[in-house]
C-alpha cells in the first residue's frame, strides 16, 4: 500500500501564480487535512474534509481553497501565489473522528518567489 | 494558534543516554499524540495516550500526561544516532462534540544524537 501520497514533491512558483497541490490516499479514510509547516511554528491545519464533497477551514485559511470530489483525493489550491505561502506543506488522513493515529504523506517543499 | 508549548527546542545527547522531551498545552483535550519526522519527511506517528490515561509504554518510548498540569512528557531510553529528529506533540480536543480528528501540534524538539 502507498498510504498517502502527495504530489509534487517540490514546487517553486512565482508570485501571482496559481497552482494545486494533490493528496492521494489508498487507506480509505473519510477525514483528510492539509497543513502547513514553517520554522518554528510546528504544523497548522489549513483546511480539512470530514468525507467526499465536503471541505471545512482550519487555522489558516486564507489564500487556499480545497476540494474532496473523490474519497481518496484531497486537493489544495493556490489560485494567486504569495511569498507568505513560502512552506512545507502536508496531507494527512485518520479514519476516525475521535483523533486517532494520523497518516502523513511526506510533504511538498513550495517556495513562492 | 498553538496548543502545544515543547520544551527544550534542540536537546543533544549521546548514543545510549535517554532523551526527554516535555509538552504542555491550554485547552482539555481527548488524547495526546507524539510524532516523529525525519529530516525532509512526513510525520510518522509514535505513541498516544488518551485524557484517563497516566503512562503508556511503547518498546523504548515512555509517555506519560499529567491532564491536572496539562502536560505531557516523551522520554526515549538508550537513544540511538537513528533516533535524531524532530518529535511533536500533538493534541485531540476533548471538550464537546468530535474534533473531526483535527490535531493542533507544538513547535517541535530537534533531537540530535551523537554516535
Known amino acids: 500500500n502507498a498510504g498517502v501520497t502527495q504530489t509534487p514533491k517540490f514546487r517553486v512558483l512565482k508570485t501571482g501564480q496559481s497552482m494545486t497541490l494533490l493528496c492521494a490516499q489508498d487507506m480509505n479514510h473519510e477525514y483528510m487535512y492539509w497543513y502547513r509547516q514553517d520554522p518554528g511554528m510546528g504544523l497548522r491545519l489549513i483546511h480539512y474534509s470530514v468525507g467526499e464533497g465536503t471541505t471545512a477551514k482550519g487555522e489558516v485559511p486564507d489564500g487556499y481553497n480545497v476540494s474532496r470530489l473523490k474519497k481518496q483525493n484531497f486537493l489544495l489550491g493556490l489560485e494567486s501565489a504569495a511569498p507568505s505561502q513560502t512552506s512545507v506543506y502536508f496531507c494527512?488522513?485518520?479514519?476516525?473522528?475521535?483523533?486517532?493515529?494520523?497518516?502523513f504523506g511526506q510533504g511538498t517543499r513550495l517556495t513562492v518567489v | 494558534s498553538q496548543q502545544g508549548e515543547e520544551d527544550p527546542q534542540a536537546l543533544s545527547i549521546q548514543e545510549g543516554e535517554n532523551a526527554t522531551m516535555n509538552c504542555s498545552y491550554k485547552t482539555s483535550i481527548n488524547n495526546l499524540q507524539w510524532y516523529r519526522q525525519n529530516s525532509g519527511r512526513g510525520l510518522v506517528h509514535l505513541i498516544l495516550i488518551r485524557s484517563n490515561e497516566r503512562e503508556k509504554h511503547s518498546g523504548r518510548l515512555r509517555v506519560t500526561l499529567d491532564t491536572s498540569k496539562k502536560s505531557s512528557s516523551l522520554l526515549i531510553t538508550a537513544s540511538r544516532a537513528a533516533d535524531t529528529a524532530s518529535y511533536f506533540c500533538?493534541?485531540?480536543?476533548?471538550?464537546?462534540?468530535?474534533?473531526?480528528?483535527?490535531?493542533?501540534f507544538g513547535q517541535g524538539t530537534i533531537l540530535t544524537v551523537h554516535p
Open positions: 494527512a488522513g485518520t479514519p476516525s473522528p475521535w483523533g486517532t493515529e494520523a497518516f
Open positions: 500533538a493534541t485531540a480536543p476533548g471538550a464537546g462534540g468530535t474534533s473531526y480528528g483535527k490535531l493542533t
